[in-house]
């Protein structure tokens, strides 16, 4: 089974920045896809970005367009995701999970990502 770790989580100013990283464990499929969610206290789970490691081929959740960017490390098996503007909205346990392809029309739903980490905390404060 693939195993994630997730790190970078903190306690950051609005209009601040973080780094999150996620260390993979494999890749079973040249394509595979590394995805990160976030849980904010009190609410459901909700996608946020998504990469191809192949070929960087990404997806984005509207509410971090234009303030997030995901990418990959492919040979060190390192998927990262630069949160830059960080709004108190953005407060959540963050993870990254993964699946055996990249379809940007999927990676959101419910059980496409087949493996999980156990999350990293970021908190914005005011």
């Known amino acids: 089974e693939v195993q994630l770790v997730e790190s970078g989580g903190g306690l950051v100013q609005a209009g601040g920045s973080l780094r999150l990283s996620c260390a993979v464990s494999?890749?079973?499929?040249?394509?595979?896809?590394v995805g990160w969610f976030r849980q904010p206290p009190g609410k459901e789970r909700e996608a946020v970005a998504c990469?191809?490691?192949?070929?960087?081929?990404?997806d984005y959740v509207d509410s971090v367009k234009g303030r997030f960017t995901i990418s990959n490390d492919y040979l060190n098996k390192m998927v990262y995701l630069q949160m830059n503007n960080l709004k108190t909205d953005d407060t959540a346990a963050y993870y990254c999970?993964?699946?055996?392809?990249?379809?940007?029309?999927?990676?959101?739903?419910?059980?496409?990502?087949?493996?999980w980490g156990k999350g990293t905390l970021v908190t914005v404060s005011p």
């Open positions: 999970a993964a699946a055996p392809i990249f379809m940007a029309n999927h990676w959101r739903q419910s059980g496409f990502m087949t493996s």
């Open positions: 494999e890749y079973t499929f040249d394509d595979a896809a």
């Open positions: 990469i191809s490691v192949s070929d960087g081929r990404s």
